[in-house]
């Protein structure tokens, strides 16, 4: 069994900063290629950041405003989202896989958090 906690979410004005944290417990952390994915009203969910042990890989919309990260001590994923628009309102979900290997898929991925809600204002 693998448990993921998303935290971090809030309200916050066009240009300002927000870290997301993804809490991870069950099974070794640093083992899973972790991700982010995120949902906006009336949008499918698409992916956002992933990371392995190899590097990270971003969504294009978000390349340059975006650092995914984790601390394998604490076994937490970080979302460090800058810039932010009103278009990155959204859920974001924290998700792993039940390898260490990169995917964008959303179906590839086997273990998903609650979410947590982001909304940017004008």
């Known amino acids: 069994q693998v448990q993921l906690v998303e935290s971090g979410g809030g309200l916050v004005q066009a240009g300002g900063s927000l870290r997301l944290s993804c809490a991870a417990s069950?099974?070794?952390?640093?083992?899973?290629?972790m991700g982010w994915f995120r949902q906006a009203p009336g949008k499918e969910r698409e992916f956002v950041a992933g990371?392995?042990?190899?590097?990270?890989y971003y969504q294009d919309s978000v390349k340059g405003r975006f650092t995914i990260s984790r601390d394998n001590d604490k076994n937490t994923l970080y979302l460090q989202m800058n810039s932010l628009t009103p278009e990155d309102t959204a859920v974001y979900y924290c998700?792993?896989?039940?390898?260490?290997?990169?995917?964008?898929?959303?179906?590839?991925?086997?273990?998903w958090g609650q979410g947590t809600q982001l909304t940017v204002s004008s």
């Open positions: 990371l392995s042990r190899l590097g990270a």
């Open positions: 069950g099974r070794t952390f640093s083992s899973s290629f």
């Open positions: 998700a792993a896989r039940g390898s260490n290997f990169y995917s964008r898929r959303t179906d590839e991925y086997e273990y």
